[in-house]
């Protein structure tokens, strides 16, 4: 298993970061190796990625579901992939102090089946950067936002 774990700090309310942040059409398209996403219904989505690595282009589809909304600080999401083996979870938890808000974002990936040899180097790679990059992305478009 890979995790990623990313905190910031925002110089806003913790009301505008979940303004922001529990529309997921804010910041789906700041994901790291985002092309596109469809919306199933409001708790789940299907997401594309494409990247390389090591000269090799891949897309990869996840379907991500929304497994909890906590007004205004917390949400939970399951991640389960369609193209590739993986499964996964993830969390965006925000904390005013001062005015200020601290927005942490925490992602968990796991690899399974005959390609997870394969993946999992790459998704111990890849998943803190995508969770440092996600957040501070967020956190820039928030602050336009705001």
């Not at 990869?60 to 996964?88: C, H, M, R, Y």
């Not at 390609?115 to 336009?144: D, F, H, M, N, Y």
Request: with cysteine; net charge negative; proline share 4%.
């Amino acid at each position: 298993m890979a995790t990623g774990t990313h905190t910031v700090e925002i110089p806003v309310e913790v009301q505008v970061v979940w303004d922001y942040i529990s529309n997921l059409e804010n910041w789906a398209p700041t994901v790291p190796a985002y092309k596109e996403h469809e919306l199933i219904n409001d708790k789940q989505s299907i997401w594309t990625f494409e990247g390389s690595v090591k000269g090799i282009k891949k897309t990869i589809q996840a379907q991500v579901d929304i497994t909890e909304w906590e007004e205004p600080s917390n949400i939970k999401f399951e991640l389960k992939g369609l193209s590739d083996n993986f499964t996964g979870s993830g969390q965006f938890t925000a904390e005013e102090i001062n005015g200020k808000t601290t927005m942490t974002c925490t992602v968990d990936v796991s690899a399974g089946g005959i390609s997870g040899a394969v993946l999992t180097p790459v998704i111990k790679w890849a998943v803190p950067k995508v969770a440092s990059r996600l957040t501070e992305s967020i956190a820039r478009k928030i602050l336009v936002f705001s």
